[in-house]
């Protein structure tokens, strides 16, 4: 198998067995690795899956020091990327803040990066480091790339929390901080494509914190984007899926069975692949 491959079953499997996925990547990985885009891509998920599903810091780190010693993190394109995953994990463990030797735009990736491993066992520290690292935002250009990850943290700390089945109001409160941060965060940083799946994210939180009407009010805007921009088949049905949970927790059944409609319309448009990993969205809603 070769690399992107190796990475893209390890990304498919990651959530559902981490430890495992933890596991390969140590034995196998850098084997395999070729190219400083590799090695990005690599360091990306090693601390994803060490830092935020396992919390393993201590491990993450020494993964990622044998990752910078490989020939392929000589180059720029993969050096840095390595260097703000070490960074983070060294914040979340506590061991020492290594933020004051980088330049603004990474200190407050690496801050936001830490936020979102802490976001299940501190919500304390990762509504702080998040905070911060919002705030220090504020000032960057446009196109610096802290915008893509402010927004990439804002889309996982929101989906984490919408999973718990009871929040602290701590909790509830960084849940939509986030939601609303990962949305302007995409419209600087994404395309059209990220900004309407913010609003579709910004539902599920709103929906999730006991306010169906706002959730409906950030459907009904995934919707008009999806719309504007082509109407894509995926996007319509997930669209309407947020319409129609959101109608429903209001109590508004005309609205629920309109929207169910319009999913199950675009639910059959889908190819067969889509349909498969659709059908448990289609039920819920139509249950």
Request: proline share 3%; with cysteine; aromatic share 6%.
């Amino acid at each position: 198998m070769d690399f992107d491959s190796f990475l893209g079953q390890a990304w498919d499997e990651h959530a559902a067995d981490p430890a495992a996925v933890a596991r390969r990547l140590a034995d196998d990985a850098l084997p395999r690795l070729g190219t400083p885009a590799q090695a990005a891509a690599l360091a990306s998920l090693a601390h994803h899956v060490w830092g935020e599903h396992l919390g393993d810091w201590a491990a993450g780190r020494e993964f990622l020091q044998r990752l910078a010693q490989h020939p392929a993190c000589t180059a720029d394109a993969a050096a840095p990327a390595v260097r703000r995953c070490l960074a983070s994990l060294a914040l979340c463990e506590g061991r020492h803040d290594e933020r004051p030797a980088f330049i603004t735009s990474d200190r407050i990736r690496i801050t936001a990066m830490a936020a979102a491993n802490l976001a299940e066992r501190d919500t304390d520290r990762a509504s702080a480091w998040f905070g911060e690292a919002l705030a220090a935002a504020g000032d960057l250009d446009a196109t610096d790339p802290a915008h893509r990850a402010l927004a990439v943290t804002g889309n996982n700390l929101a989906s984490t929390l919408e999973e718990k089945t009871t929040r602290t109001p701590a909790e509830r409160a960084l849940m939509i901080r986030a939601a609303q941060a990962a949305r302007h965060h995409w419209a600087l940083a994404g395309t059209w494509l990220e900004t309407e799946r913010a609003e579709y994210r910004l539902a599920m939180s709103w929906l999730q914190a006991g306010e169906p009407a706002t959730a409906l009010q950030h459907a009904r805007q995934c919707l008009d984007i999806v719309e504007r921009h082509g109407g894509a088949g995926l996007e319509r049905f997930f669209a309407w899926e947020a319409i129609g949970l959101a109608a429903r927790a209001a109590g508004d059944a005309a609205g629920h069975g309109q929207a169910l409609d319009h999913a199950r319309a675009a639910f059959a448009a889908l190819d067969e692949g889509d349909q498969g990993w659709c059908r448990a969205s289609l039920d819920k809603l139509a249950g």
